[in-house]
Nanobody, 119 residues
């Protein structure tokens, strides 16, 4: 079974940057897609970005386009989220997730890493 471990969260001032990492471990790791989601206090979890594992195609939520960049290192089984020009509304717990097949749901989740952006 694949395990996902996020890291890189922290406290940053508005306008600052953070880089999140999500390392996957397991006997074999070849997902269809890896995604980042976030959940702010009192709100539902929302989509942030995803990347297809084989081709590296990316998609972003409108709220982060132009500020966040998702990337992956297939050799290290790691996906990254580079976050620039951070805003207080980016505050939340960030989760990475894996989707095994194109038609399935996200079926593996990390424990999350806290990102706090102060104004």
């Amino acid at each position: 079974q694949v395990q996902l471990v996020e890291s890189g969260g922290g406290l940053v001032q508005a306008g600052g940057s953070l880089r999140l990492s999500c390392a996957a471990s397991g006997r074999t790791f070849s997902p269809y897609r890896m995604g980042w989601f976030r959940q702010a206090p009192g709100k539902e979890r929302e989509f942030v970005a995803f990347i297809t594992w084989s081709h590296g195609s990316t998609t972003y939520a409108d709220s982060v386009k132009g500020r966040f960049t998702i990337s992956r290192d297939n050799a290290k089984n790691t996906v990254y989220l580079e976050m620039n020009s951070l805003k207080p509304e980016d505050t939340g717990v960030y989760y990475c997730a894996t989707k095994s097949t194109a038609g399935g749901r996200y079926d593996g989740w990390g424990q999350g890493t806290q990102v706090t952006v102060s104004s």
